[in-house]
C-alpha cells in the first residue's frame, strides 16, 4: 500500500531497494542488483527531464507562443526529475549496510511483493510500454 502525498514510484523504489537491502547476505548478487536499479532509475529520470525539455524546445519552436499550461507540466516535470535524483542520490552516497536506518516503513517486502514491484516498475519502461506497438509490426 502506498500512502498518499509522496512519489507512488519513489515509494515503491524504496521498498524494492530495503528488500533487495535486507536479503544481500542470502544472495550476493543482490548487491549487484541494487546498484544497477539506482543506476537505471537515475538514468530513466535524466532522460524524461531532458524528453520534456526537448519537446518544451520543440513546442516553443513550431508554435511561437508559450503556453502557460505546458511550461507548467515541463515545470513539475522537472521538480518530480530533482526529488527523485535527491533521493537516488541519497540513496547512492549511503553504504548499504546504513541503507537500513533509512527504512521508512516498518512492513517488509517479501520475495512475492518484490517480483511485482519489480514487474510494475519494469511496465512503466518505455520498451514495455510500446512492446505491442512492437508486437504488431
Known amino acids: 500500500q502506498v500512502s ?26 543482490l548487491v549487484f542488483s541494487r546498484k544497477f536499479y539506482v543506476a537505471q532509475w537515475f538514468r530513466d529520470t535524466t532522460m524524461e527531464t531532458e524528453k520534456a525539455i526537448k519537446s518544451q524546445k520543440d513546442e516553443d519552436s513550431s ?48 520475495y512475492e511483493d518484490a517480483c511485482l514491484i519489480v514487474r510494475y516498475l519494469a511496465s512503466m519502461r518505455p520498451f514495455a510500454q510500446s512492446f505491442d506497438i512492437y508486437l504488431t509490426q
Not at 9 to 27: C, F, G, P, V, W
Not at 79 to 104: C, D, G, V, Y
Open 4 to 29: 498518499g502525498g509522496e512519489d507512488e514510484i519513489q515509494q515503491l523504489q524504496k521498498a524494492l531497494l530495503d528488500y533487495l537491502d535486507e536479503n544481500t547476505e542470502i544472495d550476493a548478487s
Open 63 to 110: 508554435e511561437g507562443t508559450h503556453h502557460a499550461k505546458d511550461v507548467e507540466t515541463t515545470g513539475q516535470i522537472m521538480h518530480r526529475a530533482e526529488s527523485r535524483k535527491k533521493f537516488l542520490r541519497s540513496i547512492i552516497k549511503t553504504a548499504p549496510s546504513q541503507f537500513s536506518t533509512l527504512r521508512m516503513n516498518s512492513d517488509t517486502v517479501d
